[in-house]
């Protein structure tokens, strides 16, 4: 059976699992912050799927299936994820870190692409953390299934893409979410508020958070201190935010509404990726001997 987004949403105990796994995405981006960019803003994370996707759907003897700049432009494009010049900054900046590279021996016209190891061994830990999720909410196996058959990644990650390009919950989350997922590291800045939530105070209209200084803050995700104050105070505005005393010498608390925008928008995704899971699962079982 696969878990729909208001099942997930309404597990009781989903509050602590999606810490964990906010925690397990903390430790990606502190093990590779320059890797981990890549899924900055929510609009360089679907850029990313869309370039994984394609370098999974690969198909060498087949020119028309390489992942090239210009195709990889006309699908983010075509797919509403960003502009043209967008996408091809994006893809220069990617193979300019390594983070993509020119594929070896490949048609010197065309220029074909792909993710480096480093970076599919790094995307394969938000697989795991997401596998883990789905498993602490319904005691099922997945990440054991995964993790003993690796090489499902590469039918995995393309349907999770066509998913998360198609789910308006994820496209198009509510005002406060929306507001952090155009910041740099916007998403790590949100998990890294909702990370250190105690889930007993989930039910409050202000959710005490473990952030203290902004600019300790600043610092730790390497983001302008003004930048990120801007946005705050923007979230403080529409009263997501606050601070329990003085501004940046006391705690800073999350209304009750913010936080059940990011628990919606993970129970999203996680019902993205156990769909993909199991049309996955079922692909591989129906072509073993």
Same mark, same amino acid.
């Given at each position: ?28 981006y502190e093990e590779s912050p320059r890797l981990a960019s890549i899924f900055a803003?929510?609009?360089?994370? +679907?850029?990313?799927?869309?370039? %994984? *996707?394609?370098?999974?759907? $690969?198909? !060498? /003897? ?60 790094t995307f394969t830990g938000w697989v795991v953390a997401h596998l883990r999720t ?24 393309? +349907?999770?893409?066509?998913?998360? %390009? *198609?789910?308006?919950?994820? $496209?198009? !989350? /509510? ?71 003085q501004r940046g010498h006391s705690v800073m608390w999350v209304s009750h509404k ?20 199991? *049309? ?10």
């Amino acid at each position: 059976m696969v878990l729909t987004l208001e099942e997930i949403a309404g597990h009781p105990a989903l509050h602590r699992y999606v810490q964990e796994q906010s925690q397990a995405l903390i430790r990606i981006y502190e093990e590779s912050p320059r890797l981990a960019s890549i899924f900055a803003t929510q609009q360089r994370w +679907l850029m990313g799927h869309v370039g %994984l *996707a394609m370098h999974f759907r $690969r198909d !060498p /003897n087949d020119p028309r299936k390489e992942m090239t700049v210009s195709r990889f432009i006309e699908v983010v494009h075509r797919n509403g994820v960003a502009s043209r010049n967008t996408a091809d900054a994006f893809i220069k900046e990617m193979l300019h870190y390594n983070i993509a590279e020119y594929v070896a021996g490949g048609d010197g016209r065309t220029h074909p692409l792909q993710p480096t190891a480093v970076t599919v061994q790094t995307f394969t830990g938000w697989v795991v953390a997401h596998l883990r999720t789905l498993d602490h909410i319904d005691g099922g196996g997945r990440l054991t299934t995964f993790l003993a058959r690796p090489e499902m990644l590469g039918t995995l990650q393309p +349907l999770v893409a066509d998913g998360l %390009l *198609a789910s308006k919950p994820v $496209r198009e !989350p /509510n005002q406060t979410f929306s507001l952090f997922i155009w910041l740099n590291n916007g998403g790590i800045v949100m998990d890294w508020l909702m990370s250190g939530i105690n889930p007993d105070h989930a039910g409050l209209e202000r959710i005490p958070t473990s952030v203290v200084s902004i600019g300790d803050f600043a610092r730790w995700l390497k983001l302008s201190r003004t930048h990120l104050g801007r946005k705050l105070r923007e979230a403080e505005v529409l009263g997501s935010i606050g601070w329990l005393g003085q501004r940046g010498h006391s705690v800073m608390w999350v209304s009750h509404k913010f936080y059940e925008e990011y628990m919606t928008v993970q129970a999203a995704k996680l019902a993205v990726v156990d769909t993909a899971f199991a *049309a996955c699962f079922e692909t591989s079982q129906g072509a073993a001997p």
